[in-house]
C-alpha cells in the first residue's frame, strides 16, 4: 500500500494497523465510546476490532475485554475515551500491552489547566517509545484502510488530502462539508493539545505515503517554532494559519520589535520552509484539490468559455494573479475556429458561445490538451436553458481521461443547482472545479508556486559566529549593568561583524574630532550620552558639516546648551558620521517567542513608519534567502531604481547575513537607516539591546 516510512516518529500503528482497541467502548449511543466504536465497525475496518469495557461482555457484535492487557493478540491501536482521571493508568497499562501507538480522545488536560497529567502521559510514552495524538481530540481517520476512529460523520469521500487540524470542533464540521462538496479525504488527523504528535511529524510521515497528494494543516499555533521551521516538506504542505491580528503582539523599544506580529513571523517561516499559506477555508481546501493534477510544464495558458462576460473576468483574475494567456492570435484561429459558430471569437479566452454545445466544448478541450504550445486550461461554463451542465461536465472528464497529456485543467461553472451537480462529478472525476472564476485561477496559479517553490535554488545558511572581541565587548557592557548600547559601540559591534558602515568616528574633545573628522566631509555630528535618547530635542544633532571650523562651533555649542537642558546626562562626547546619499532601508532583528531570532528587512524612513513594508525571516538563513527577503516586499520597484538612485542589493544582502552573528548575543538590532546607492549600503545609524 505504501513506501515504507522514513520520520521522526514511528505513526506505523495509526496509518497501517491491524488491530485496534477502544478503551471505554459503550453500547450506550449516547456515549462517544460508542460513537467511535460504531464508526470504526461501519466503516468497514478490516482487522481485528477490540472493545475495552469491564461491564460489558459484548459491545455491537464484538466480544469485549475488561483491559487491554485481556486481549489475546498484538493491538497496534489504542483510543481512548475514559474520563481523564484514569489515563495514566491505561497509559501504563497499554506501554506494558506493547501498544505503540495511542489516540487520546479524552479531554481535561492541559487545555483546563491539568498540565501534570499531561506530562505524566507524555513521560510514559516517551520512555516506552510510543507516539499519541492528543489528548483532547476528535481522533483521527485513514481511508485507505477504512478506518474512522473518531466521533466525527461517517460517510467520508475517499481522496488523497489528509486533512491535520488543531480544533477538533471544526474537524467535524469540515468533515461534513467535504461530503457536501465531494471532496475526499486520505486521512483527517485532529490534534488537540498536541502533547506528543504535532505536525511536523504527520508531514514527514505523508511524506512517504503514496496515498496523500497534499497535507493541508489548520493552525492555531505552534509549541516549537523552530522544530516545525525545520520539517522536510516532499508534498505540498498547505497551511491555514488564523490570527492574523496584532493585537496580541507585545510592543517593543524598537521599530524591529513593534512591527514583529506574531503573524508576519508564521508568514515568514511559511514561506522560508516552503509551505502554501492561505487566508481561507475555500482557499485551502480549493488549493487542496488542485494538487490532484500535474505540474504545469509552461506558462501558457488557454481559456475555454460559452460567455464573454465570464471570459473578461477570468482575464482579470489572471492577469492579477501573473498567469499567463497565450497570446498568438492567427495560431488560435486557425486551431479553433472549427469549434464553434462564425459569431465566436478565437482570441483568447476562447469564446465557443452558448451555441457551441456539449460538441463545441469537448472540440476546444480536446485541442487545448493535444497541442504542445498550451501548457493550461482553464474550462469556464455560464448555465443556461439549451445545454446541461453535467453533460457539459462529463464531456470534460472523458476528453481529459482519454487525451493523456501532462497538463493542468481547471474549471468555474457559474449557475444554479445543475451547476453545482457538474461541479461534484468534476471533483469525483479529480478534476478541481469551483463556482467562482477567482477560484479556478487561484487554483492554477498555486500549482505554479509549488512548482516555483520545487524548483528554487537550496538556501545554505552561513556558520560564521560574531568575532570574540565583539563577544567579549557585549559581556563588558552586561557586567556594567547596561542593556542599551552606546551609538559608537554599536557601530564598532556592526563593523566588526561585517555590516558595511560609512566613514564614522567617536571623540571626546573639540581637538581630537577636528582630527578624526578628516577626509569625512560633510558630515553628521551627534551627542555620544547613556542618558539622552532623542537627541534632536536637546540640540544634540548638527547635519550637513563640512569644516573643521563648523565642527569647532558645534561642538562647543552642544556642551555648552545640553547641560542646561538636561542636566543629569552624562556626556562623553560626539559620534560623527559622514553623510551619504541613497535609499533608505531598515534592516532589524529580534527575539520570537515561537521561531527564536528573526531578522527584518524594508524601506526606512517614510515607508516603514506609514505602510510598514517590511519582510522576516527565521535565523538562520543563507544569500539565497536573503535574496528572496529582498523581493518579498511591496516596494520592491524602490529598490530597482528610484528618483535616479538604485539600492546595492549585494551589500544588503551582506548586512541581513552579517547581523545573523549577533543571534546568540542580543535581545534587538535596528540599523535604520541603511542607506543604499550604487556604491554600495551603509549602516549609518544602529541601536542594539543586549
Request: aromatic content about 6%; glycine content about 8%; proline content about 4%.
Amino acid at each position: 500500500m505504501k513506501k515504507q516510512a522514513v520520520y521522526s516518529k514511528n505513526l506505523e500503528g495509526f496509518f497501517n494497523t491491524k488491530s485496534v482497541a477502544v478503551i471505554g467502548a459503550s453500547a450506550n449511543p449516547s456515549k462517544i465510546g460508542y460513537q467511535i466504536l460504531n464508526n470504526v465497525i461501519a466503516g468497514g475496518f478490516e482487522g481485528a476490532i477490540y472493545p475495552i469495557n469491564p461491564k460489558d461482555d459484548e459491545i455491537l457484535g464484538k466480544k469485549s475485554y475488561k483491559s487491554v492487557s485481556d486481549v489475546p493478540g498484538d493491538i497496534d491501536l489504542a483510543v481512548i475515551t475514559i474520563p481523564a482521571p484514569f489515563v495514566v493508568a491505561t497509559m501504563e497499562e497499554c506501554a506494558k500491552k506493547k501498544v505503540k501507538n495511542v489516540a487520546i480522545i479524552t479531554s481535561g488536560f492541559a487545555e483546563v489547566g491539568n498540565h501534570a497529567d499531561e506530562e505524566k502521559i507524555k513521560k510514559i510514552a516517551d520512555e516506552n517509545k510510543m507516539a499519541f495524538i492528543g489528548p483532547n481530540i476528535l481522533g483521527f481517520l485513514y481511508t485507505p484502510l477504512k478506518l474512522n476512529a473518531s466521533f466525527g460523520p461517517q460517510d467520508i469521500l475517499s481522496g488523497k488530502i489528509a486533512f491535520v487540524s488543531q480544533s477538533g470542533a471544526l474537524a467535524i464540521a469540515l468533515m461534513g462539508w467535504t461530503v457536501m462538496e465531494s471532496i475526499g479525504l486520505g486521512s483527517l488527523v485532529s490534534l488537540g493539545n498536541k502533547a506528543d504528535v504535532d505536525e511536523k511529524d504527520l508531514i514527514e510521515h505523508f511524506n512517504n505515503d503514496d496515498n496523500i497528494d497534499v497535507v493541508l494543516i489548520y493552525m492555531e499555533g505552534l509549541k516549537d517554532g523552530r522544530k516545525f521551521l525545520n520539517t522536510e516538506i516532499k508534498k505540498p504542505v498547505i497551511v491555514l494559519k488564523v490570527g492574523r491580528s496584532q493585537r496580541g503582539a507585545k510592543a517593543a523599544a524598537s521599530h524591529t520589535g513593534s512591527l514583529a506580529g506574531a503573524d508576519g513571523i508564521f508568514d515568514a517561516a511559511f514561506k522560508q520552509m516552503g509551505a502554501l499559506r492561505a487566508s481561507s477555508f475555500t482557499d485551502a481546501f480549493g488549493w487542496a484539490r488542485a494538487f490532484a493534477l500535474p505540474l504545469p510544464q509552461g506558462e501558457e495558458t488557454i481559456v475555454i468559455t460559452n460567455g464573454g462576460g465570464i471570459g473578461v473576468s477570468t482575464t482579470d483574475a489572471c492577469e492579477e494573479a501573473g498567469i499567463q494567456l497565450l497570446e498568438d492570435v492567427a495560431w488560435t484561429e486557425e486551431k479553433f475556429r472549427k469549434t464553434m459558430p462564425d459569431f465566436g471569437s478565437t482570441k483568447n479566452p476562447i469564446d465557443i458561445t452558448g451555441g457551441a454545445g456539449v460538441e463545441g466544448y469537448r472540440k476546444a478541450i480536446r485541442i487545448s490538451l493535444e497541442e504542445d504550445k498550451i501548457h493550461c486550461v482553464i474550462v469556464l461554463y455560464c448555465e443556461t436553458a439549451v445545454t446541461d451542465p453535467l453533460d457539459i461536465a462529463k464531456a470534460v472528464a472523458e476528453e481529459y481521461r482519454t487525451v493523456e497529456r501532462n497538463k493542468p485543467i481547471v474549471a468555474a461553472f457559474v449557475g444554479g443547482e445543475r451547476s453545482r451537480s457538474a461541479l461534484h462529478f468534476l471533483s469525483q472525476n479529480n478534476i478541481p472545479a469551483y463556482d467562482s472564476v477567482d477560484q479556478a485561477v487561484s487554483a492554477l496559479k498555486i500549482l505554479h508556486t509549488w512548482k516555483d517553490i520545487c524548483n528554487r535554488p537550496k538556501d545554505v545558511p552561513g556558520q560564521e559566529k560574531a568575532p570574540q572581541e565583539v563577544v567579549d565587548m557585549i559581556n563588558k557592557i552586561k557586567k556594567e549593568g547596561r542593556s542599551l548600547l552606546l551609538e559608537h559601540e554599536a557601530r564598532e559591534i556592526m563593523e566588526k561583524c561585517g555590516v558595511p558602515t560609512p566613514k564614522w568616528a567617536f571623540a571626546r574633545t573639540v581637538e581630537e574630532a577636528i582630527e578624526k573628522a578628516e577626509g569625512m566631509y560633510p558630515l553628521a555630528m551627534k551627542i555620544a550620552s547613556p542618558d539622552i535618547i532623542h537627541k534632536t530635542d536637546v540640540g544634540g544633532v548638527a547635519l550637513n558639516i563640512s569644516d573643521a571650523e563648523e565642527i569647532r562651533v558645534k561642538f562647543n555649542s552642544m556642551m555648552t546648551n545640553i547641560p542646561k537642558l538636561a542636566p543629569n546626562a552624562q556626556l562623553l562626547g560626539v559620534n560623527m558620521i559622514q553623510m551619504t546619499k541613497g535609499i533608505e532601508c531598515i534592516i532589524g532583528m529580534s527575539i520570537d517567542p515561537q521561531f527564536g531570532p528573526v531578522v527584518m528587512f524594508g524601506l526606512g524612513g517614510v515607508f516603514v513608519e506609514l505602510m510598514k513594508d517590511v519582510s522576516f525571516r527565521v535565523v538562520p538563513f543563507g544569500k539565497i534567502e536573503a535574496e528572496r527577503l529582498i523581493a518579498s516586499i511591496k516596494g520592491q520597484k524602490v529598490l530597482n531604481g528610484f528618483r535616479g538612485m538604485k539600492a546595492h542589493k549585494e551589500s544588503i544582502i551582506q548586512t541581513l547575513c552579517s547581523v545573523q552573528k549577533l543571534a546568540p548575543l542580543v535581545k534587538e538590532i535596528d540599523i535604520n537607516p541603511l542607506i543604499s546607492n550604487d556604491e554600495g549600503s551603509f549602516a549609518v545609524d544602529a541601536r542594539i539591546i543586549v
